[in-house]
């Protein structure tokens, strides 16, 4: 678990500069969109991505919402390599194969989107993104992580400040995670916690999940009136 959470985290021992973070960046922002993606919505004849508005997203994915708006200050924290930048349209379906989409900010924050990440894992498997966001949120003030998959009834959210989980929630069926106190917002959602093997017991859905996410930091389904275009950049998990 440690090895594969150091391929996406850096340690806080090994920060790497902005400046050098930004030249490596200007390096790699040329490179061929990924397979599968239309080029026509990802870039301009200049080959570089046309600057689009956010793109909704939130059903079989899994994201953190981290509360900063530099995004260089984010990828300073990622281990990741390849770095592309790429439109929101290009970015969120690149999310859904093997790519990291690191998006622009948006509402007071900037969104990291991408089934490759660590998950909370679920009944029967390690919970990696727990020690991922309490790193997090000792470099951001608050770091909130978000996942569903109906498959599999995979729906959690958790949210960290000063380097521990403040709140969480995670169900697969079965609940395999829970701290803190449910907030305001929850019990505002009518979520009803408690004994999972009563008749009348209440389960999270996807729809939870997507309302959760809005009451907590950024609505995933980007209903707002006065977002504006952007780029940001994807990148892959670097392997050992």
Same mark, same amino acid.
């Given at each position: 678990?440690?090895?594969?959470?150091?391929?996406?985290?850096?340690?806080?021992?090994?920060?790497?500069?902005?400046?050098?973070?930004?030249?490596?960046?200007?390096?790699?922002?040329?490179?061929?969109?990924?397979?599968?993606?239309q080029a026509s919505s990802a870039q301009t004849?200049?080959?570089?991505?046309?600057?689009?508005?956010?793109?909704?997203?939130?059903?079989?994915?899994?994201?953190?919402?981290?509360?900063?708006?530099?995004?260089?200050?984010?990828?300073?924290?990622?281990?990741?390599?390849?770095?592309?930048?790429?439109?929101?349209?290009?970015?969120?379906?690149?999310?859904?194969?093997?790519?990291?989409f690191i998006t622009p900010p948006v509402k007071?924050?900037?969104?990291?989107?991408?089934?490759?990440?660590?998950?909370?894992?679920?009944?029967?498997?390690?919970?990696?993104?727990?020690?991922?966001?309490?790193?997090?949120?000792?470099?951001?003030?608050?770091?909130?992580?978000?996942?569903?998959?109906?498959?599999?009834?995979?729906?959690?959210?958790?949210?960290?400040?000063?380097?521990r989980i403040t709140r969480a929630f995670g169900?697969? &069926? @079965? $609940?395999?995670? %829970?701290?803190?106190?449910?907030?305001? /917002? +929850?019990?505002? *959602?009518?979520?009803?916690? &408690? @004994? $999972?093997?009563? %008749?009348?017991?209440?389960?999270?859905? /996807? +729809?939870?999940? *997507?309302?959760?996410?809005?009451?907590?930091?950024?609505?995933?389904?980007?209903?707002?009136?006065?977002? +504006?275009?952007?780029?940001?950049?994807?990148?892959?998990?670097?392997?050992?």
């Amino acid at each position: 678990m440690l090895s594969f959470l150091k391929k996406l985290f850096k340690s806080n021992e090994e920060p790497l500069p902005s400046q050098e973070i930004n030249q490596d960046i200007s390096r790699r922002v040329t490179l061929p969109s990924p397979p599968n993606v239309q080029a026509s919505s990802a870039q301009t004849l200049s080959g570089q991505p046309k600057p689009d508005h956010p793109v909704p997203f939130g059903y079989k994915i899994q994201w953190l919402a981290i509360q900063t708006d530099s995004v260089e200050k984010v990828i300073e924290q990622l281990s990741v390599t390849g770095l592309q930048r790429s439109n929101w349209a290009n970015g969120i379906e690149s999310a859904y194969e093997d790519y990291i989409f690191i998006t622009p900010p948006v509402k007071g924050g900037v969104l990291v989107i991408g089934n490759a990440m660590p998950s909370a894992g679920g009944v029967d498997h390690v919970n990696e993104i727990k020690p991922v966001i309490e790193r997090l949120s000792k470099v951001f003030d608050e770091v909130h992580y978000y996942g569903s998959h109906r498959v599999v009834n995979y729906y959690v959210w958790a949210k960290a400040s000063n380097g521990r989980i403040t709140r969480a929630f995670g169900s697969e &069926g @079965d $609940v395999f995670w %829970e701290e803190g106190t449910a907030t305001a /917002e +929850e019990r505002a *959602l009518g979520f009803r916690f &408690g @004994d $999972v093997e009563a %008749e009348d017991a209440w389960l999270p859905s /996807e +729809e939870d999940v *997507l309302a959760i996410a809005k009451r907590w930091s950024i609505d995933p389904q980007m209903k707002y009136s006065d977002l +504006e275009p952007g780029v940001g950049y994807i990148g892959k998990v670097k392997s050992e």
